[in-house]
């Protein structure tokens, strides 16, 4: 009995490691791209909307296809969904390392989204299936959180010492053996989870993703158009109308993509518009602190990766801690920890935008604290979603966080340029200003958490 328990424990914790490998793998790419757009741009061509256009075509793609994904997690299986996203995404990033035009990466990094699409949602519902004890899928996702922050710490280094030693290709070939490996361990430990067959909503799907990518599309195009140019006018147009037709079909359709049932439950919807805040501020602040040390202070790939690494190794430290500090303070606490340690690190960028290496580099590390509440995020949305749409929570929850990321780096992009050269000070400013945003929303929602165990204690008494 013993015996086999052991053997049990030792199964599942391999399969946590494959999914969080896979998960490492996805956000590993979100971040290693960025030192590595100057040589790209060099070999290539591009102007700076190009470079933002290499990354949001990754994020994109990832945001725009993660409800579908999730739905035809619930539907065919996560377990089945997660090894073909490994599959996509490995060659997405086979194709990456072989692109000989622009235009050939940034198709290719819209594969490596769809793979990335595929793995997100599938990662959490695998877990929510191993772990259904509360304290036990808390340590879980704990570690899937640490091997986030492992990813977006090892991004910037792991870029710049690949693109030094061996070129940019190098830092898409580095995915092969990751995906390879996940794969076959989470083959041999990792069982499939129960199908659930739901109708897919092709109409809403089709509206959502058309309107993500003619507002991110127009945030990028205002970077080097101006916010009054025809185009980008006409595309933030598209992306609203976009909007409000996929609100209304969705009132519409019978079996709607994104079910009501999913916000009956305010924990969710908050945990929703804090992943949203989150993403936006992080992805973009790391976008616009690589471009401004390439670009500003005429630091190569290796050296822009070492600037940023005393804020990635804070990043990952931060989301491997955060597992042991929700189960002592709870995830609206952490959650609020991490938020206001971006909103001074971001401050203090802002602020000195005008100083040097040196000084940019320790003012940017508050923002690696922010990695704690990102499990935290996470374990909120999973614990009030209905289990039997566990995948299509946590698609829609991973949607909301890579539009976030993809707004980021488009608004706060647009930004970093747009009196003609590169300054990280209004960037960050606003970032500064959505991580207060978010403060507040989670303290508001600690307060009336507290309101209803008031409201119960006094029905009791």
């Not at 959180?145 to 977006?152: Q, T, V």
């Not at 000195?352 to 290496?357: D, I, R, S």
């Amino acid at each position: 009995m013993r015996a086999a328990f052991g053997t049990a424990r030792r199964s599942r914790a391999l399969g946590l490691a494959a999914i969080s490998l896979g998960f490492l793998m996805i956000t590993l790419d979100a971040t290693i791209v960025n030192v590595a757009l100057g040589p790209i741009g060099s070999d290539l061509g591009g102007a700076l909307s190009t470079a933002q256009s290499i990354v949001n075509g990754y994020t994109l793609a990832f945001a725009a296809l993660l409800l579908s994904a999730g739905a035809l997690a619930d539907r065919f299986g996560s377990r089945t969904g997660f090894l073909a996203g490994l599959a996509v995404f490995a060659l997405g990033s086979a194709a990456c390392a072989c692109a000989s035009s622009l235009t050939a990466l940034i198709v290719a990094r819209v594969i490596q989204g769809a793979g990335a699409a595929a793995l997100m949602p599938c990662s959490l519902a695998l877990i929510a299936h191993a772990f259904p004890d509360p304290r036990d899928r808390r340590r879980a996702l704990g570690v899937w959180g640490g091997a986030s922050g492992i990813g977006l710490a090892a991004g910037p280094v792991l870029g710049g010492v690949l693109t030094a030693a061996l070129g940019w290709r190098a830092i898409f070939l580095v995915n092969l053996p990751i995906a390879a490996t996940a794969a076959e361990i989470l083959r041999r430990h990792v069982g499939e989870t129960p199908r659930h067959r739901h109708p897919l909503d092709l109409p809403g799907q089709v509206l959502s993703a058309a309107g993500l990518a003619a507002l991110t599309g127009g945030f990028i195009i205002a970077g080097s158009r101006g916010w009054d140019g025809r185009l980008t006018l006409a595309l933030l147009a598209a992306g609203i109308a976009g909007a409000g037709g996929f609100a209304l079909v969705e009132r519409a359709v019978d079996h709607p993509m994104v079910d009501p049932a999913l916000f009956r439950e305010g924990a969710f919807s908050i945990a929703v518009a804090l992943g949203v805040i989150f993403n936006f501020c992080l992805y973009g602040s790391i976008f616009c602190l690589a471009i401004d040390l390439h670009r500003a202070h005429g630091l190569d790939a290796l050296e822009t990766g070492l600037a940023l690494l005393p804020m990635t190794i804070v990043t990952g430290a931060m989301a491997f801690l955060s597992g042991r500090l929700v189960a002592h303070v709870g995830e609206r606490n952490a959650i609020v920890v991490g938020l206001t340690a971006g909103a001074a690190g971001t401050l203090l960028v802002s602020l000195a935008a005008t100083g040097g290496v040196t000084i940019l580099v320790v003012s940017s590390v508050p923002i690696g604290v922010t990695a704690l509440a990102m499990p935290a995020m996470a374990a909120l949305a999973m614990s009030h979603a209905p289990r039997h749409r566990i995948g299509l929570a946590s698609g829609f929850f991973n949607a909301s966080r890579q539009t976030g990321g993809a707004l980021g780096v488009a608004v706060l992009g647009s930004l970093l340029g747009a009196d003609g050269h590169v300054s990280l000070h209004a960037p960050f400013l606003v970032a500064a200003g959505a991580y207060t945003g978010g403060i507040a929303l989670a303290l508001a929602a600690n307060s009336r958490v507290r309101q209803r165990a008031d409201r119960v204690a006094v029905r009791i008494l």
